[in-house]
């Protein structure tokens, strides 16, 4: 009799994605196989039992260094809330990632954390344990060279064939834990990201008829009105951008236009009403929100909806056509978005990379 007709199976499963994993054991379930343990975080064991709509949600109990008393109490509070909501522990990991489970109700409350705020306590739970791994694997890379750098000087043996095979396990060693460092913390990322979200958001997030995402160099203001416009006539809706990405939800409004407005442009809008521009010489690193306040203020006021800010470089705002006013002179529509693209001190390096360049080619004529 083998294990499967015991009622016992073993499966050897990887995942990157929480909510990936979730809808395998709810699939599992589906048929009939029931999470019961969970080593090393990829071996799973099911015992057998009536097919049935089994839900899992999990969190984190993993407890910092120094933990206060909320800290070290928040496990027994949660366990106690999952438990009258009909959420029954099921196993944990050797992470401290604890699984739960419960039967689908039909109108009922069938997520472990139902409202926005749990889900991002826990979602930041999740990134803060891989951001941690990653900064334990760039401690360890500094070790490593610090060691061999010591070695080396301390005795005098540089170059010393004796030492090559160090030389050679300190780079392998530091590029690995550098890609592994890396991964952690774009990971870390990501989860918070899809722990902040719902079952059914998640899954509307991976349907191409819901979202979708496009690469496109947009270097103009009216170029970024023109793309955005033609999204919109699709009934697609943009929530969200990088520098080269954008990305999409799918609507009915078909009528929407979009403005871009950026710090120098509300600079110049108070210049014109003899306003006192904005700016702060102690904002080193562009962190300061005053001109995004006063743009969100200024946008308002003509029939303009946020949708998305740049970071610190640009914020671009969403309405109703023939009911928005213009946010900024249309004579700007085709103004360059090299600093909303890389940003103020990106540009001034920019800047400085040209000017540098030019400076060397002319030392380097009249050395000639």
């Known amino acids: 009799m083998n294990k499967e007709e015991r009622g016992r199976i073993k499966r050897c499963k990887a995942f990157l994605s929480f909510q990936k994993e979730r809808k395998w054991l709810e699939e599992m379930a589906l048929q009939g196989w029931f999470l019961e ?12 039992g009536e097919p049935k709509h089994l839900l899992y949600g999990i969190d984190r109990f993993c407890l910092p260094k120094k933990p206060d008393l909320e800290e ?3 496990k027994e509070i949660f366990m106690e809330m999952a438990r009258e909501l009909g959420w ?28 926005r705020e749990s889900r991002g306590y826990r979602a930041a739970k999740f990134r803060r344990y891989a951001h941690n791994h990653a900064k334990k694997l760039v401690v360890q890379i500094f070790v490593v060279l610090l060691v061999d750098l010591a070695i080396k000087s301390l005795l005098g043996l540089w170059g010393k064939p004796s030492l090559i095979w160090y ?19 774009k990971l870390g990322f990501r989860t918070e990201k899809e722990l902040s979200m719902t079952g059914q958001e998640w899954e509307e997030s991976r ?27 699709q009934g697609w809706v943009l929530t969200a951008v990088t520098p080269l990405r954008y990305f999409f939800v799918k609507d009915q409004s078909k009528n929407q236009i979009y403005t871009m407005d950026s710090k120098s442009l509300v600079n110049k809008r108070l210049k014109a009403q003899s306003r006192k521009q904005i700016g702060d010489g102690k904002d080193w690193s562009g962190i300061n929100s005053d001109w995004e306040l006063q743009s969100v203020r200024d946008a308002q006021e003509k029939g303009w909806i946020f949708v998305c800010a ?20 249309p004579r700007y529509d085709n103004s360059l978005r090299w600093v909303s693209l890389i940003g103020e001190y990106g540009f001034y390096m920019l800047l400085s990379a040209i000017a540098g360049g030019i400076v060397g080619f002319i030392i380097g004529y009249l050395e000639k």
Not at 37 to 48: A, D, P, Q, V
Not at 93 to 102: L, R
Not at 167 to 177: D, Q, R, S
């Open 167 to 185: 030389e050679w396990f300190a780079l392998i060693y530091a590029v690995v834990c550098s890609a592994a460092a890396l991964g952690y913390w």
């Open 88 to 115: 029954q522990e099921v196993t944990h990991d050797e992470d401290m990632t604890y699984y739960f489970s419960k039967e689908y109700e039909e109108g009922g409350i069938n997520e472990l954390h139902n409202d």
């Open 37 to 48: 343990n969970i080593s090393m975080g990829m071996i799973y064991t099911f015992r057998r």
């Open 310 to 329: 740049l970071e610190n470089r640009a914020v671009i705002y969403r309405g109703e056509a023939g009911q928005a006013e213009p946010l900024n002179d």
């Open 72 to 74: 070290i109490r928040h």
């Open 207 to 233: 349907d191409p008829a819901f979202h979708k995402t496009m690469w496109k160099l947009i270097l103009t203001n009216r170029g970024l009105n023109r793309f955005l416009g033609k999204q919109a006539g």
